[in-house]
Nanobody, 114 residues
Framework: QVQLVESGGGLVQPGESLRLSCAAS?????????VAWYRQAPGKERAWVAT???????SYADSVKGRFRIDRDDHGNTAYLDMNNLNTEDTATYYC???????WGQGTLVTVSS
């Protein structure tokens, strides 16, 4: 079964940017599977952030629309979440997910703090 590994999390200040990556263990994974990013803030339930479909349609939660962008590389092996103008409410562990396969990564922690 394909596995996902997220990376790119860290500590940033409000207003800064960060790029998260989600690497798949199998080639061309994101050419054949819709991928989503979720996040879970401390003490809260996991929440959907964005989706990238196999035909390159993108959708976003209202809370990140206009600030975040989801994408994949040309080889279909890595998905990205570009996050701009971060604020403290974006602090969470971020997970990528293959929607129809039900596969999750282990998560990467993003902390936004001054």
């Amino acid at each position: 079964q394909v596995q996902l590994v997220e990376s790119g999390g860290g500590l940033v200040q409000p207003g800064e940017s960060l790029r998260l990556s989600c690497a798949a263990s199998s080639r061309n994974t994101f050419f054949f599977n819709d991928v989503a990013w979720y996040r879970q803030a401390p003490g809260k339930e996991r929440a959907w952030v964005a989706t990238h479909s196999v035909n390159r349609e993108r959708s976003y939660a209202d809370s990140v629309k206009g600030r975040f962008r989801i994408d994949r590389d040309d080889h279909g092996n890595t998905a990205y979440l570009d996050m701009n103008n971060l604020n403290t409410e974006d602090t969470a562990t971020y997970y990528c997910n293959l929607i129809h396969l039900g596969v999750w990564g282990q998560g990467t922690l993003v902390t936004v703090s001054s």
